[in-house]
T-cell receptor, first 109, second 121 residues
Framework: KQEVTQIPAALSVPEGENLVLNCSFT??????LQWFRQDPGKGLTSLLL?????REQTSGRLNASLDKSSGRSTLYIAASQPGDSATYLC????????FGSGTKLNVKP | GAVVSQHPSWVICKSGTSVKIECRSL??????MFWYRQFPKQSLMLMAT?????????EQGVEKDKFLINHASLTLSTLTVTSAHPEDSSFYIC?????????????????FGPGTRLTVL
């Protein structure tokens, strides 16, 4: 059975810090990996999609890397802001998506 | 990017009634759609894979007779929660797989709907 694990489960930091969120998965045969943001009571907002053949993707202050051989992905958030506070979900596409349990981020002003 | 819609966005129903949720791909055809469920403070769990023109494939532990899935066209999949009970109250999210070719390259991306919040009284 495919498993996706995210650490830490929760993170609270002061504004301005650079952050690293971690995602690990048990099978290297993936189609792609996607990072999402979810605000309380809301749906998913896609942040970055990394195809199987890629090693990283960048969008603004966000950078996501993918290392299939080690089964890991990291989401790097630069210069965090209070508006970044949300739950961040890692989803791995093994021909169907399996989600990690998420990292709940709180950025304090 | 591609857009996937869900209707309704929220629904409240009485115990024992059935509720239908629609998932539509608005600007692409999706032979495969997926249904997820998210309980409070938990992550998304895949319920089933919906295949156009054939029966859905359910994940282990999901009752196929309770959660009826119909993928009648390339842009529409429906999830019907039959005889709903309070424990079925959850956030239901669908996704649609986009396999279009672009610029000589094929893409394989899933787009997620905004979700439907079901509350069963």
């Amino acid at each position: 059975k495919q498993e996706v694990t995210q650490i830490p489960a929760a993170l609270s930091v002061p504004e301005g810090e650079n952050l690293v969120l971690n995602c690990s998965f048990t099978d290297s045969a993936i189609y792609n990996l996607q990072w999402f943001r979810q605000d309380p009571g809301k749906g998913l907002t896609s942040l970055l999609l990394i195809q199987s053949s890629q090693r990283e993707q960048t969008s603004g202050r966000l950078n996501a890397s993918l290392d299939k051989s080690s089964g890991r992905s990291t989401l790097y958030i630069a210069a965090s802001q209070p508006g970044d506070s949300a739950t961040y979900l890692c989803a791995v596409d093994f021909n169907k998506f399996y989600f990690g349990s998420g990292t709940k981020l709180n950025v304090k002003p | 990017g591609a857009v996937v819609s869900q209707h309704p966005s929220w629904v409240i129903c009485k115990s024992g009634t059935s509720v239908k949720i629609e998932c539509r791909s608005l600007d692409f055809q999706a032979t495969t759609m997926f249904w997820y469920r998210q309980f409070p403070k938990q992550s998304l769990m895949l319920m089933a894979t919906s295949n156009e023109g054939s029966k859905a494939t359910y994940e282990q532990g999901v009752e196929k007779d309770k959660f009826l899935i119909n993928h009648a066209s390339l842009t529409l999949s429906t999830l019907t929660v039959t005889s709903a009970h309070p424990e079925d109250s959850s956030f239901y999210i669908c996704s649609a797989r986009d396999l279009r070719a672009s610029g000589g390259r094929s893409t394989d991306t899933q787009y997620f709907g905004p979700g439907t919040r079901l509350t069963v009284l």
